[in-house]
């Protein structure tokens, strides 16, 4: 952003002191499980929940845009919902996301670029081409909706 003018470089050199790079979910899905139990245990410590392998598949397949917040996020609806302490695939798929379509065991070959692109469509589609609708619904500016189309 600093090579392109978008951000100030003064600025950048404030905040880069010690830079420290922390991939997201989507490029350590092995970890999610391991993730999942350790704020399960955060969310609701005096009722322990655990997870079936099949859940823990679901949420290794899922990409998580929001990446731990998000994940912390369905996981918290799932224990609200749980009837049981068992959290499994079902209940996770009926947990709805930011978008409230809910999780979705989609296809694991699909990248991100795919998937964002067919989410920003189905949008677009909603808002019957009001850019700047969906620029709001999505919370980015009219300016990075533009980028995202091209």
């Known amino acids: ?5 978008l951000f100030r470089e003064d600025l950048y050199y404030r905040i880069n002191v010690f830079p420290v790079h922390l991939p997201s979910l989507s490029e350590r899905a092995e970890d999610i499980p391991l993730i999942a139990h350790s704020l399960l245990a955060k969310v609701a410590p005096q009722h322990p929940h655990t997870l079936t392998a ?3 598949a679901l949420l290794q397949r899922t990409i998580f845009n929001g990446n731990i917040r998000e994940l912390r996020n369905i996981l918290e609806r ?5 009837r049981t302490a068992v959290i499994d695939e079902k209940l ?3 947990c709805p ?11 694991t070959a699909a990248t991100l670029h ?3 692109r067919e989410h920003v469509s189905k949008i677009l589609r909603e808002f019957k081409g009001n850019k700047q609708a969906v620029a709001d619904h999505l919370s980015i500016s009219l300016r990075t909706l533009y980028r995202k189309l091209r």
């Open 1 to 5: 952003m600093v090579q392109q003018g």
């Open 92 to 94: 996770l798929m009926s």
């Open 78 to 82: 799932a224990v609200l919902l749980s």
């Open 54 to 56: 099949q859940a823990e």
């Open 97 to 107: 996301d930011s978008s409230d379509d809910g999780l979705t065991a989609g296809d």
């Open 114 to 116: 795919e998937v964002e």
